[in-house]
């Protein structure tokens, strides 16, 4: 298989034009993070072959579309797995039967009884789509994209419309699946969660563009977009190692950045396990000298490299840097001023709460 899957094409859509040129790996989960109505989803259509593209090429292995040699392999010879938001089983068969037409339309299915074990489906065989809960319907969905043993999986935010507990739940098949068969996944979502759980790459997309690419770790910090907007729950997003618990407590000691942040929680198989730190900037509050005496646990020391005031709204956004970190608070402008805050002066930030990937 070619190490690399290449796009680059151009495509009007509407009010915005697709123009995306980048090589994607083909190993691992890479995924397209974007707003609503930035191109994610058509961008999965055009490589897929459902759409056309105005004009570039696509190529992996062989190639799949050139404008210029008017190349356009149909989407049913493109070696894809494509899994649509909605699952689209087949209402009048039942799950073994959805899965075996699966079976019966790919010349080198995997073995069925291993999908079926896989994705835990024993029980679901003989229920028909309808009486699926949404996370069975995503299971049998996705075991038979995967039963068709394709080269590359195409999956559209495949769990769109579901609580977060059936997405947590579902989260770990889709892992294990990309880790199992060693087969390169596109993912398309605009859930920051899926995106820290799932993502060895992502490409962040803005109306049409690539606005960056690159590994998980890299791009983390531009996921959340600040803003001033009182409704927008704007976060700073770390990378995270655990390298301590306190079981009396139920507190993990995780350090992000050479900074110590206790987070509620236990786990079995801590030392050493990544995750994810969500930071809310309204849940940060600012101290010119270190606290005593507060129930607030977590205490960052860090420098202040920039400050954004709206003299419409009562706010102010405040971002401050530790170690090569930034983290960004919300705070009144009034407290900016009571505070006389001014880029590089050495501030403690108190933060009240902590979100964080709870799978540990």
Same mark, same amino acid.
């Given at each position: 298989?070619?190490?690399?899957?290449?796009?680059?094409?151009?495509?009007?859509?509407?009010?915005?034009?697709?123009?995306?040129?980048?090589?994607?790996?083909?190993?691992?989960?890479?995924?397209?993070?974007? *707003?609503?109505?930035?191109?994610?989803?058509?961008?999965?259509?055009?490589?897929?072959?459902?759409?056309?593209?105005?004009?570039?090429?696509?190529?992996?292995?062989?190639?799949?579309?050139?404008?210029?040699?008017?190349?356009?392999? *149909?989407?049913?010879?493109?070696?894809?797995?494509?899994?649509?938001?909605?699952?689209?089983?087949? *209402?009048?068969?039942?799950?073994?039967?959805?899965?075996?037409?699966?079976?019966?339309?790919? *010349?080198?299915?995997?073995?069925?009884?291993?999908?079926?074990?896989?994705?835990?489906?024993?029980?679901?065989?003989?229920?028909?789509?309808?009486?699926?809960?949404?996370?069975?319907?995503?299971?049998?969905?996705?075991?038979?994209?995967?039963?068709?043993?394709?080269?590359?999986?195409?999956?559209?935010?495949?769990?769109?419309?579901?609580?977060?507990?059936?997405?947590?739940?579902?989260?770990?098949?889709?892992?294990?699946?990309?880790?199992?068969?060693?087969?390169?996944?596109?993912?398309?979502?605009?859930?920051?969660?899926?995106?820290?759980?799932?993502?060895?790459?992502?490409?962040?997309?803005?109306?049409?563009?690539?606005?960056?690419?690159?590994?998980?770790?890299?791009?983390?910090?531009?996921?959340?977009?600040?803003?001033?907007?009182?409704?927008?729950?704007?976060?700073?997003?770390?990378?995270?190692?655990?390298?301590?618990?306190?079981?009396?407590?139920?507190?993990?000691?995780?350090?992000?950045?050479?900074?110590?942040?206790?987070?509620?929680?236990?786990?079995?198989?801590?030392?050493?396990?990544?995750?994810?730190?969500?930071?809310?900037?309204?849940?940060?509050?600012?101290?010119?000298?270190?606290?005593?005496?507060?129930?607030?646990?977590?205490?960052?020391?860090?420098?202040?490299?920039?400050?954004?005031?709206?003299?419409?709204?009562?706010?102010?956004?405040?971002?401050?840097?530790?170690?090569?970190?930034?983290?960004?608070?919300?705070?009144?402008?009034?407290?900016?001023?009571?505070?006389?805050?001014?880029?590089?002066?050495?501030?403690?930030?108190?933060?009240?709460?902590?979100?964080?990937?709870?799978?540990?």
């Amino acid at each position: 298989m070619s190490d690399k899957l290449k796009i680059n094409i151009l495509k009007k859509l509407g009010r915005i034009t697709l123009n995306v040129n980048q090589s994607l790996p083909s190993k691992g989960i890479t995924v397209i993070f974007g *707003p609503s109505g930035s191109g994610k989803t058509s961008i999965l259509k055009l490589l897929s072959g459902f759409m056309r593209p105005d004009s570039g090429i696509i190529q992996m292995n062989e190639l799949w579309y050139d404008s210029k040699n008017k190349v356009n392999v *149909p989407a049913y010879k493109r070696p894809i797995g494509y899994m649509f938001q909605d699952g689209r089983l087949f *209402p009048h068969l039942n799950v073994l039967q959805n899965l075996e037409f699966a079976k019966k339309r790919a *010349p080198k299915a995997m073995p069925l009884d291993e999908i079926i074990s896989i994705f835990e489906l024993e029980s679901l065989l003989s229920e028909y789509p309808s009486v699926l809960s949404g996370g069975e319907t995503r299971r049998v969905a996705l075991a038979r994209t995967v039963l068709s043993a394709p080269e590359i999986l195409f999956l559209d935010e495949p769990l769109i419309g579901l609580d977060r507990a059936r997405k947590r739940s579902i989260i770990p098949f889709i892992e294990n699946l990309v880790k199992k068969f060693d087969i390169p996944c596109i993912y398309v979502t605009h859930d920051i969660e899926e995106v820290c759980r799932l993502a060895d790459h992502v490409m962040l997309l803005s109306s049409g563009r690539v606005k960056d690419f690159g590994s998980l770790d890299e791009i983390l910090p531009q996921l959340d977009v600040a803003t001033l907007d009182t409704d927008t729950k704007l976060s700073s997003l770390f990378s995270g190692m655990i390298i301590s618990q306190d079981k009396e407590f139920s507190m993990i000691n995780v350090d992000i950045g050479g900074a110590i942040i206790k987070v509620p929680g236990v786990s079995r198989r801590y030392s050493g396990k990544k995750i994810f730190i969500r930071i809310n900037a309204d849940d940060i509050s600012i101290a010119l000298v270190p606290p005593k005496k507060i129930s607030i646990q977590n205490c960052i020391e860090a420098m202040i490299v920039g400050i954004s005031v709206d003299v419409q709204s009562p706010y102010a956004l405040v971002k401050a840097r530790f170690s090569d970190l930034e983290i960004t608070a919300r705070i009144t402008r009034a407290g900016v001023k009571s505070l006389k805050l001014t880029e590089g002066k050495t501030i403690y930030m108190l933060i009240k709460s902590v979100s964080f990937d709870s799978h540990l």
